[in-house]
């Protein structure tokens, strides 16, 4: 199976998912790196791997859909089959979506349908909930939506900062993405009714 990662920022997410198919840990193929954003370090990372990496700038096209239009035609190059985004900042089109019907992953930095947003952890953190954590899910239109294939906890300590309880998520984050990635590739997740099953 061959998957294109699609990030925005600073791509710690990708970087874990790179290092966990040197180490064998995700059997797929990650076959190219796309960003919104010429300077995201995702990009850095992928290039350091010796990984294709695209930029495609929105200020290119005239709205959402011609953009996501460019990006699959780019995506079609590299035979693509499924789909991971990884702080990827923007909101797919209905076209993308339809190009790839239940074969797009995302990360949230919190227990869906709690806190969604760009804003997750602060979120969390500010509400003083004493349980937070990460969840991995199917991409539909609605943000932050879609089958949730994994949810996995973590405890808001009273001595928590915001820095300590965004550490803490993110090393979850780098944890259980490559393993929900590996099972989605081995098609060990089936998704039906609206809900992802691990089988
Ligand atoms: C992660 O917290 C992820 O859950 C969210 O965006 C952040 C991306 O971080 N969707 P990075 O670019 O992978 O470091």
């Given at each position: 199976m061959n998957f294109a990662v699609l990030a925005s920022g600073r791509g710690s997410n990708l970087q874990a998912i790179i290092e966990a198919i040197k180490a064998g840990k995700i059997k797929a193929d990650l076959k190219v790196v796309v960003s919104d954003k010429k300077d995201a370090y995702a990009l850095e990372h992928a290039r350091q791997a010796g990984i294709p990496d695209v930029f495609i700038s929105p200020k290119d096209f005239q709205d959402r859909e011609s953009f996501d239009r460019a990006v699959v035609e780019r995506l079609r190059e590299f035979n693509i089959d499924f789909v991971v985004l990884a702080g990827y900042m923007r909101l797919l089109s209905g076209y993308f979506i339809g190009q790839y019907p239940n074969k797009i992953l995302n990360i949230h930095p919190s227990l869906l349908p709690d806190f969604k947003g760009a804003h997750a952890i602060k979120d969390a953190f500010e509400h003083s909930v004493a349980v937070t954590g990460v969840t991995v899910h199917i991409v539909v239109?609605?943000?932050?939506?879609?089958?949730?294939i994994k949810q996995e906890s973590l405890p808001i300590e009273p001595h928590d900062t915001l820095e300590s309880l965004e550490e803490k998520i993110h090393k979850l984050e780098h944890r259980i993405y490559p393993e929900v990635i590996d099972l989605f590739a081995r098609g060990h997740v089936e998704i039906g009714n609206g809900k992802a099953i691990d089988l």
């Open positions: 239109e609605e943000m932050d939506a879609g089958p949730i």
